[in-house]
């Protein structure tokens, strides 16, 4: 499987950025799932949100509830993180992922900067 993610920047504190990660379409068959990870600087690789590649199930982590949205755009085989009232904390290298299975590995596709100034 091969993942292309986009959309990462340096903004302002409180701003909005969205992040999108399309699949190969030759890749996207077997799919199960689509999550967004992220890590900060000298730090572990943290759970952003996660979907059924259906579309269904959008699960969040604790960071992410009540200002990050993830979903499915299933025309370009991508899973979109729409990242709102966003803090300096949310800085980090984020990362797209997708599994075949509910205890297969993750996959993993390059990471996108995201940096935000207070």
């Known amino acids: 499987v091969q993942l292309q993610a986009s959309g990462g920047g340096l903004v302002q504190d409180g701003a909005s950025l969205r992040l999108s990660c399309e699949a190969s379409?030759?890749?996207?068959?077997?799919?199960?799932?689509t999550a967004w990870f992220r890590q900060a600087p000298e730090k572990g690789r943290e759970f952003v949100a996660s979907i059924a590649w259906n579309g269904r199930n959008p699960n969040y982590g604790d960071s992410a509830k009540g200002r990050f949205t993830i979903s499915r755009d299933f025309g370009k085989n991508a899973v979109d993180l729409q990242m709102n009232s966003l803090k300096p904390e949310d800085t980090g290298v984020y990362y797209c992922a997708v599994t075949i299975g509910t205890h297969t590995p993750w996959i993993w596709g390059q990471g996108t900067q995201v940096t935000v100034s207070s």
């Open positions: 379409r030759r890749s996207v068959v077997g799919i199960y799932k």
